[in-house]
């Protein structure tokens, strides 16, 4: 049986999510196919749920990255969100934009398109406020009539306090607001939750629109083609949840919006891409486009663990009498640590450039946090984490075909601190919050850095430090890369429209020229409403 749409969303991600709702309301028929399950889990609903499933659950999918040669051949993982919402489902829920710098970056890599489209932050702006409902924040910045629930943490550990406290003695000053006027400083996030519960794109975007006869939602149902004749996307190849092949057409544009990691493999299985590579596994070439899958990027992140001198922290909190004394507090009261997502301090800081725009995020976690692949290197007691994360790096990997089979995952490799300047500022950012544990408050607590060693400091160890407990920030991104006309590695037009094929868009983070400085949920929510908004504006 065959069914036939104006629109077809592949991937209810957190981009995906936006672009069908936004379709819908406009009075268009848009199938939403989404790889995953439902967002609805009590573990996922609450904002600390996450840490009990990271590390295994069915609501992320893991890509083992290829042997990392300059990381002394270290494999390690990239989890994705494997659930209607994607990462927003199961992320640690920060808002953050990233700042107005980036996105005139953007503008002017894309000067000399002819879509004719501003990517400047004037541009952007209108998307990301009025999609956002913020509990504190208004004016130019901010919406606070939006669906999106955004607001200040509901518990700050004393942990988090301190570390605040600790880095403001560093001479950062405290910032109320880091999607303000200005990064720099130190301070608490926002979150995108309300009263305990998780606000994914999935319950924003979606859940109002449930009895909406114009959307027609499909779970676990995974793409394995795009149908191209004569140059234009006509439809979609898929199987269903029985694992039947289906077929479903559209009118209209098709957007690809499965994350960056999968959005380049889906274009290369239906033959949109590098067109040597493809001829490997006997894909017919509809477009060839050689920067499809290539320009990974990824924010790197690198840990700094120190054990405490006493009961603080969220260590044991989800366990035993400790979680049903939480879950209890929060039944009753609506108060406690079940409000907080795990992490709820953190800051922007250049430790080479006071002054200067941040180099270097940090985030304060209030417990031993690690990857699967290293948990077993530092003692699991009451401790802290500050992860120190480059924002801009300057590192590219690639996502490349395993084979044209559909269900094999991709070939990843980020090289995530590959460029020496990223391995510079992750050592600059270790050398300024290792200060930061030595520091009043924070350092009245510290009982003893457990990572880096501290018997030996140098550039060198720190180097060694950095290649052993890399990982990512969760935040795969440029793989499909929007570009001027000029540039032959740009797989998109400024419209996001994939070059040489009608009908085609990619909105999702793998759209970005260059990464943002700092978490990427909300911008990927903008790239799905702008997305949106290039359709409905060219009918």
Not at 184 to 209: D, H, T
Not at 229 to 245: H, I, K, L, P, Q
Not at 365 to 392: A, F, Q, S
Not at 521 to 539: H, K, S
């Amino acid at each position: 049986m065959t069914q036939s749409f104006d629109h077809i969303v592949v991937g209810g991600g957190a981009a995906g999510c936006v672009a069908a709702a936004r379709l819908v309301k406009a009075g268009r028929r848009t199938l939403l196919l989404e790889a995953g399950h439902s967002h609805h889990h009590p573990l996922l609903d609450m904002p600390p749920g996450i840490f009990k499933m990271i590390n295994g659950s069915k609501f992320m999918r893991y890509h083992r990255t290829e042997p990392q040669a300059h990381l002394d051949g270290r494999v390690h993982e990239i989890s994705q969100g494997n659930v209607l919402g994607g990462g927003t489902s199961v992320n640690a829920q920060v808002y953050m934009r990233g700042r107005s710098a980036d996105y005139d970056e953007w503008d002017e890599m894309l000067r000399g398109n002819n879509a004719g489209v501003r990517w400047n932050w004037q541009a952007v702006l209108p998307h990301f406020t009025g999609m956002e409902g913020n509990n504190r924040l208004g004016g130019e910045l901010h919406g606070s009539e939006g669906p999106l629930l955004v607001s200040d943490p509901g518990h700050i550990d004393d942990v988090s306090r301190w570390f605040v406290q600790a880095v403001q003695g560093l001479g950062l000053p405290y910032n109320h607001d880091f999607n303000g006027p200005s990064q720099r400083g130190v301070g608490f996030y926002q979150f995108m939750n309300r009263r305990g519960k998780r606000s994914s794109a999935a319950y924003a975007f979606i859940e109002p629109l449930t009895n909406d006869p114009k959307l027609t939602l499909k779970l676990n149902c995974t793409v394995s083609r795009l149908l191209i004749e004569n140059g234009r996307v006509t439809g979609v190849v898929y199987s269903d949840a029985s694992g039947a092949e289906r077929t479903s057409y559209a009118d209209a544009d098709v957007i690809v919006s499965s994350g960056a990691l999968i959005s380049p493999k889906l274009l290369m299985l239906s033959g949109i891409g590098p067109a040597d590579a493809l001829a490997r596994y006997g894909i017919a070439c509809a477009a060839d486009l050689p920067g499809v899958g290539e320009n990974l990027v990824d924010h790197p992140e690198v840990p700094i663990i120190a054990t405490a001198n006493g009961p603080y922290g969220y260590f044991r909190q989800g366990q035993g009498w400790r979680m049903i004394r939480n879950g209890l507090h929060f039944k009753l009261f609506g108060t406690g640590t079940i409000l907080s997502a795990g992490v709820e301090a953190g800051a922007f800081v250049n430790p080479a450039d006071p002054h200067g725009e941040p180099t270097i995020q940090a985030f304060c976690v209030p417990h031993v946090y690690l990857d699967r692949d290293i948990l077993t290197l530092v003692e699991n007691t009451y401790g802290l984490t500050v992860t120190t994360v480059v924002v801009k790096p300057k590192s590219r990997g690639f996502v490349r075909l395993r084979s044209a089979d559909p269900k094999d995952m991709p070939v990843v490799s980020p090289n995530l601190l590959k460029h020496p300047d990223d391995m510079r500022e992750m050592i600059s950012g270790q050398r300024y919050f290792l200060q930061a544990f030595q520091t009043k408050p924070l350092g009245d607590r510290v009982k003893a850095i457990a990572v880096p060693s501290q018997d030996d400091l140098s550039d060198e160890a720190l180097a060694k430090h950095c290649k052993r407990f890399v990982k990512t920030n969760y935040h795969p991104a440029g793989t499909c890369r929007m570009g001027s006309d000029s540039d032959r590695m740009a797989v998109l037009d400024a419209a996001m429209r994939v070059r040489g094929v009608d009908n085609l868009r990619v909105a999702d983070m793998s759209a970005c020229p260059n990464i943002n400085a700092g978490n990427t949920a909300a911008p990927a929510m903008m790239l799905g409403d702008r997305c949106a908004d290039f359709i409905l504006e060219a009918a």
